[in-house]
């Protein structure tokens, strides 16, 4: 067994780099072309990981959505839903989201350990909270993914998840999707916050596809010495 997942991280974004905009309403960045692409490229996967902010904010359910996608997956021996995983500090999240009612795989919350003993509690039969240490940290989640089976993890934000994975040099693939406008508001959140990345002018990312969506465009990179 590796000792973590192969990491594919997937984000759309407008031009100028924001993942929505300072509005009540959620920004649409992609298209239900692109959607689609997306729950394929789900269907594919072991394993869905979002942060709690974005659990907090989307209230995703994150399910192939396909029919038949669903049923490929049963007949390769796989569930017809990805196990769901989220990371939380604070404990903050609320058990009535879809994240932990909608979907019959398990849902894995990984908390530090002053936060998973009461946030467990909380969550009983609803998800399994892991304590991931003092403080919580990736490498002991993507170890814990791989010991439970999950060889393709989806990572799919929001900012702070995608800087965490990316400054850990813990990614393998990114799947970018550029969307034809900018935002432009500084208070907007962005593709990724401030840090120091592995991903840099003298180790740079390459360029595997490049890829037309209508107006659209998907940009998927391989990261470091990104696995197959």
Known sequence: MSERPYVLLSCAMSADGYIDDATPERLRLSSTA??????????????????????????????????????????????????????????????GARFFTTGGSPKLVYAPTGTAGGLAARLSGLAEVVDAGDPLALAAVLGDLAARGVRRLMVEGGGGIHTLFLTADAVDELQLVVAPFFVGDPSAPRFVRSGVFPQSPARPMRLQEATRIGDLALLRYLVGRARG
């Open 34 to 95: 692109d959607w689609d692409r997306v729950d394929a490229v789900r269907a594919g996967c072991d394993a869905i990981l979002v942060g709690a902010g974005t659990v907090r904010a989307d209230d995703p359910r994150l399910l192939v959505r396909s029919a038949a996608r669903r049923e490929q997956r049963v007949a390769r021996g796989l569930p017809p839903d990805l196990t769901k995983v989220t990371l939380t500090w604070s404990g903050d999240l609320d058990p």
